[in-house]
């Protein structure tokens, strides 16, 4: 099992490009989420998908869409990308059965910096 | 929106030192979780706790929740340097259960000297 994979491992983007982040799972997990870290900010969820076929808002949900594309795969956009968004983006996926709070399983993240 | 505080922001130490680290909510958590993240890693699940006062360790590792359910704990003995990294704790995010969508903490940052 790869557990949660993600690509690309490091980007580096002109302001006003345009970018996908992928992420699959192999564990047949229910829930997804992008998260970014910043410098003492901890990590800060952008998007999440319950279960395949839905999702929603984070905390910092502009400049960003999502698709998920099926159970494996969830990916992060952005269309237009700013230096704010340089960051490290990591993607996680949780079982989450009937509500409960289980783990989450982390990827190994995508350094992306915008200049 | 709901948050949880997580003091202090660094800490350094002295190999063989304990450590520990402190996460507060301005509400009832129904569960709180404890993540590390290595040095140019990605957060590690280390631990889950649910019950009210409730104590659980992992070798050198103490964790504990508050008879509130408001605040939690993560205590090192007698630090290693392979303890180096972020302790993030983590609880549900707004919203209720959501799906399991968690709101981290900010993270402490532990250096251990050799």
């Known amino acids: 099992n790869a557990g949660v994979t993600q690509t690309p491992k490091f980007q580096v983007l002109k302001t006003g490009q345009s970018m996908t982040l992928q992420c699959a799972q192999d564990?047949?997990?229910?829930?997804m989420y992008w998260y970014r870290q910043d410098p003492g900010m901890g990590l800060r969820l952008i998007y999440y998908?319950?279960?395949?076929?839905?999702?929603d808002k984070g905390e910092v949900p502009n400049g960003y869409n999502v698709s998920r594309l099926n159970k494996r795969e969830f990916s992060l956009r952005l269309e237009s990308a700013a230096p704010s968004q340089t960051s490290v983006y990591f993607c996680?996926?949780?079982?989450?059965?009937?509500?409960?709070?289980?783990?989450?399983?982390f990827g190994p993240g995508t350094r992306l910096t915008v200049l | 929106g709901q948050q949880v505080m997580q003091i202090p922001q660094y800490q350094h130490v002295q190999e063989g030192e304990d450590f520990t680290t402190y996460c507060n909510s301005s509400?009832?958590?129904?569960?709180i979780q404890w993540y590390k993240q290595r040095p140019g890693g990605h957060p590690v699940f280390l631990i889950q706790?649910?019950?009210?006062?409730e104590v659980k360790k992992q070798k050198r590792l103490t964790f504990q929740f508050g008879e509130a359910k408001k605040n939690s704990s993560l205590h090192i003995t007698a630090t290693q340097t392979t303890d180096v990294g972020t302790y993030f704790c983590?609880?549900?995010?707004?919203?209720?259960?959501?799906?399991?969508?968690?709101?981290f903490g900010q993270g402490t940052i532990l250096t251990v000297h050799p």
């Open positions: 996680a996926s949780s079982r989450n059965l009937a509500g409960a709070y289980n783990e989450q399983f």
């Open positions: 564990m047949n997990h229910n829930s």
């Open positions: 998908s319950a279960s395949e076929g839905t999702t």
């Open positions: 509400t009832t958590l129904s569960n």
């Open positions: 706790l649910v019950k009210s006062g």
């Open positions: 983590a609880g549900p995010g707004a919203g209720g259960t959501s799906y399991g969508k968690l709101t």
